[in-house]
C-alpha cells in the first residue's frame, strides 16, 4: 500500500478510537469506516478506505440519509473520488494529504521547551480545555469531554503538551496505525500558543518522532497550515474533500 492509502487509514483509526470512547457504533462496511451513531463535533459519520469501491460507498451513503441518522452529518472523502453533490450534499472544505519519510529529518534548535505526554484523566482534562480554547470551540460548549480518559489505556495514541516553564506553547496528537505495509504515526490537532509558532511547530514533529521513533509521519493540513508542514519537509500524498450533508 501507498503512504496515501496508510494516511488514510490512520485516520479513520484516529476517528474511530475517539468515537468508540464516547460509546458510538462504529463499523467497517462497503470500503468505508462508518460510525452509525452521531458523531461528536469534528469528526465524520463515515471515511472512504479505499479508492475503488465508489458504487458500494455511494450506496452506503445513500443508505445513511435514509435511516435515523440526525442531519447534519459529513462524509470524509480519503481519496477526492466521490460526487456526492446528485444526493444534496456540498462540499464543506478540502484539504492535502501529507507524508513525512523516515529518512526526512527536522531539525530544531533547543527554544527551553519540555514535551510531556499526558498520563492521567487531570492532565488530559487540562489538556482538552487549553485545546477548546484555542480553537474557540463554540461546538462543544455544554457538552461533554470530547477525549475521554479511555484513549490514554491505547498504547498507540499520545496527547503531547509542549512547555516553556509552566507556560503551554504547542498541542498535538499522534497516533499510530499499521494498514498491513508497516506502521506510520499520524500527526493532528495541532495548536500552536507561543511566540514563536513554526518553530514551536517543528518541535511538535520532533516530539512526535521522539514518540514513535523510526516510522512515516502522515497527517492532512490547508492554507497556511499546509504550506508549513510542506515547509518542514513533509511531502503532498493526495487531496481528501469533506462532504456535507443536507439538513
Not at 457504533?25 to 462497503?30: E, I, L, M, P, Y
Not at 501529507?98 to 519540555?114: P, Q, R, W
Not at 505495509?181 to 509558532?197: A, E, T
Request: aromatic share 8%; proline share 6%; with cysteine.
Amino acid at each position: 500500500m501507498t503512504l496515501l492509502e496508510a494516511a488514510v487509514h490512520n485516520n479513520a483509526v484516529w476517528c474511530d478510537a475517539v468515537c468508540r470512547a464516547l460509546g458510538c457504533d462504529t463499523t467497517r462496511v462497503d470500503g468505508l469506516w462508518v460510525d452509525r451513531s452521531p458523531s461528536p463535533p469534528y469528526y465524520s459519520n463515515a471515511v472512504t478506505l479505499v479508492p475503488d469501491a465508489i458504487d458500494a460507498q455511494v450506496g452506503r451513503v445513500r443508505s445513511l440519509l435514509m435511516g435515523p441518522l440526525p442531519r447534519p452529518w459529513t462524509i470524509k472523502d480519503g481519496f477526492h473520488v466521490l460526487d456526492l453533490a446528485p444526493l444534496g450534499f456540498e462540499v464543506l472544505f478540502e484539504a492535502e494529504w501529507v507524508g513525512l519519510d523516515t529518512e526526512a529529518g527536522v531539525e530544531v534548535a533547543g527554544d527551553g521547551s519540555s514535551w510531556l505526554a499526558m498520563t492521567d484523566d487531570a492532565d488530559l482534562d487540562t489538556w482538552e480545555s487549553a485545546w477548546r480554547g484555542a480553537n474557540d470551540a463554540e461546538e462543544l460548549i455544554g457538552l461533554p469531554r470530547l477525549f475521554q480518559p479511555a484513549l490514554l489505556d491505547d498504547p498507540d495514541i499520545r496527547f503531547l503538551t509542549g512547555r516553556q516553564g509552566t507556560v503551554t506553547v504547542a498541542l498535538a496528537i499522534a497516533n499510530r496505525s499499521d494498514d498491513g505495509s508497516g506502521p506510520v504515526v499520524g500527526i493532528s490537532n495541532i495548536v500552536l500558543l507561543g511566540d514563536d509558532p513554526e518553530r514551536s511547530r517543528a518541535g511538535i514533529v520532533s516530539a512526535v518522532r521522539t514518540a514513535f521513533p523510526g516510522l512515516p509521519m502522515v497527517g492532512y493540513e490547508r492554507g497556511d497550515d499546509l504550506a508549513a508542514m510542506l515547509a518542514l519537509g513533509f511531502r503532498g500524498l493526495g487531496r481528501l474533500r469533506v462532504w456535507l450533508s443536507p439538513e
